[in-house]
Structures are given as C-alpha cells and as structure tokens.
C-alpha cells in the first residue's frame, strides 16, 4: 500500500503559477503510474493529468494542456504538477492519485486509481 500527501496548494491570482506536490511512502512510488485530478464546489472529481511509471509518458486535460506540467522524481518518491498561467476556472480541490493496474492506454478514469491524498485547495483569484 501507498500512502499519498499533497502540498502546495494556495491562492493565487489569475495569470499566476503554483507547484503542486505529491509525496508518497510506503512503497516505491516507481512501481506505480500517478496522476492528479482535481474537484471543484458543486462538481464532479475530474482527471487533470497522469504520468507514467517511468515518466516518459504524460498526458492532460484538454482544459490544463501547454499550461500544466507533470513530472516526477523516483529518487524523491515525489510527483509534481506544476501549474502556470491559472485561470478562475482552475479553482478546485486538487487530488494526487496512484494507480497499480498494467492496463494500456492513459489512465484518466478514477477508477483505475487505488490511492488517493487528501487533496490540496487551488483557489485562483480574478
């Protein structure tokens, strides 16, 4: 089992940037791919961004794409999101996530996720 601790979180204004982290320990965070989602008041939990076990592979939200970056540091056991250029509508409860299963393709479905933190709060001012 992975335990997840977000940090980072805060508020920010619009056109401003955060950096978002993602700590685990329990086991080797290598060995699983993460991803962040994110929930904003009155909506669904939504798939922000993922990233591979390596790393090599990331992919995004159509909504965060050329303005958030995943990344991860194995030594570390660490995966970040870093989020430029934030807009009102970024304003959520932002959730890292961990995901054991091999199946292919991205994983931007929560049920593919078997960990999850207890999530960190983005609010962007206008």
């Known amino acids: 089992q992975v335990q997840l601790v977000e940090s980072g979180g805060g508020l920010v204004q619009a056109g401003g940037s955060l950096r978002l982290s993602c700590a685990a320990s329990?086991?080797?965070?290598?060995?699983?791919?993460a991803g962040w989602f994110r929930q904003a008041p009155g909506k669904e939990r939504e798939f922000v961004s993922g990233?591979?076990?390596?790393?090599?592979?990331?992919y995004y939200a159509d909504s965060v794409k050329g303005r958030f970056t995943i990344s991860r540091d194995t030594a570390k056991n660490t995966v970040f999101l870093q989020m430029n250029s934030l807009k009102p509508e970024d304003t959520a409860v932002y959730y890292c996530a961990a995901s054991s299963d091999l199946l292919p393709g991205p994983a931007t479905y929560e049920s593919r996720y078997q960990y999850w933190g207890q999530g960190t709060q983005v609010t962007v001012s206008s």
């Open positions: 990233i591979s076990r390596s790393g090599g592979t990331v």
């Open positions: 329990g086991r080797t965070f290598s060995n699983y791919r």
